[in-house]
Nanobody
């Protein structure tokens, strides 16, 4: 059974940092390209960052502020988010890239507000 379990979200002030984690099961993690996605209220879900075995890619809106990484020993993918802005407020999800549409987890809420 494919599962993605996200954690690490919360309320943070503008300029602050958070580190999101996603534990996975049911996939060949080491050979999977993984992605972090987000969905803000009233908007479509968008890809924020992706990581292959060695390469990373970022949306322009987060480039230079977010860092995606992975631990193949623990089947876990991380998203370090620095210099957070109010427009980063969203529910954050992980999934493979391309995403498995039937396997979205519950996500983790990130709220950036003073």
């Amino acid at each position: 059974q494919v599962r993605f379990v996200e954690s690490g979200g919360g309320l943070v002030q503008p300029g602050g940092s958070l580190r999101l984690s996603c534990t996975t099961s049911g996939i060949l993690f080491t050979s999977s390209t993984m992605g972090w996605y987000r969905q803000a209220p009233g908007k479509q879900r968008e890809l924020v960052a992706s990581i292959t075995r060695v390469f990373t890619n970022y949306a322009e809106s987060v480039k230079g502020r977010f860092t995606i990484s992975r631990d193949n020993a623990d089947n876990t993918v991380y998203l370090q988010m620095n210099s957070l802005k109010p427009e980063d407020t969203a529910v954050y999800y992980c999934n493979t890239y391309p995403a498995r549409p039937s396997n979205w987890g519950q996500g983790t809420q990130v709220t950036v507000s003073s």
